[in-house]
């Protein structure tokens, strides 16, 4: 078992593992989140997982063309990789001011696709609530503050598993943002056409300092309480 390999978890009451741990690459990182989605299938486990983004990287959903999402010219120019996961969702740039999670557990049927939206969403706003900051579910699986995202949730069903994933924006590069991606070719309504800039925000632009442990503490304690 990869948790093997991983000194240091917690353990909710509801038997879900939650596990702090980030390999050097994106590409790693979603790799170990489909192994572990494999584990939950084969051997039942149930995982919570956080990591950090970084090296920079364009990740795109699993039904994204890159024609279509990137600019592919730029991120060629600038040495950044442009990745696939396996859940759907749009394309999204991963860096060292992303905080992911990933939770796999088994597929037991039970749990639809917007329920289980809602748990993981459930999970941030909680965690955001403790900075002060008052956030919504928006969209199909978004979080947002102030009609702003800041968090992007995805999932996959395979492997007799489900895979959901997503992030918390502590702090991102706008110009290199706008730079890689294009504008979507779908968009939440709520989104109302705004450019990448004026529709995502981040910890450090709603004025909030708080430290890479700290942040992940927060989602911690929200595990705990929700799951």
């Known amino acids: 078992m990869l948790l093997d390999n991983i000194d240091v978890f917690q353990e909710t009451k509801s038997g879900i593992q939650i596990v702090r741990h980030s390999a050097p690459s994106v590409e790693e990182n979603l790799a170990l989140d489909e192994e572990l989605a494999r584990e939950a299938g084969n051997i039942g486990t149930k995982v919570l997982r956080l990591w950090w983004g970084g090296p920079t990287a364009v990740v795109l959903g699993c039904g994204d063309k890159p024609e279509c999402a990137v600019n592919t010219d730029v991120c060629e120019m600038l040495g950044i990789g442009v990745l696939?996961?396996?859940t759907g969702g749009g394309a999204v740039v991963q860096s060292q001011g992303v905080l992911n999670y990933a939770m796999t557990i088994p597929d037991t049927g039970r749990l639809d696709i917007h329920r289980m939206f809602g748990l993981g969403t459930g999970v941030i706003i909680r965690a955001l609530s403790s900075f002060g900051i008052e956030a919504q579910h928006q969209?199909?699986?978004?979080?947002a503050v102030d009609n702003l995202k800041i968090s992007g949730n995805a999932q996959a069903r395979k492997w007799k598993s489900v895979l959901l994933h997503g992030?918390?924006?502590m702090d991102m590069d706008y110009g290199l943002l706008e730079a890689v991606l294009k504008h979507p070719d779908r968009e939440p309504a709520y989104?109302?056409?705004?450019?990448h800039r004026a529709f995502i925000t981040t910890l450090r632009n709603l004025g909030v300092k708080v430290s890479c442990s700290d942040l992940e503490s927060a989602v911690v304690e929200a595990a705990h309480a929700l799951l």
Not at 191 to 195: A, E, P, Q
């Open 167 to 169: 992030t918390i924006l």
């Open 139 to 143: 969209g199909v699986s978004d979080v």
């Open 191 to 195: 989104r109302k056409g705004r450019s």
């Open 84 to 86: 696939k996961r396996v």
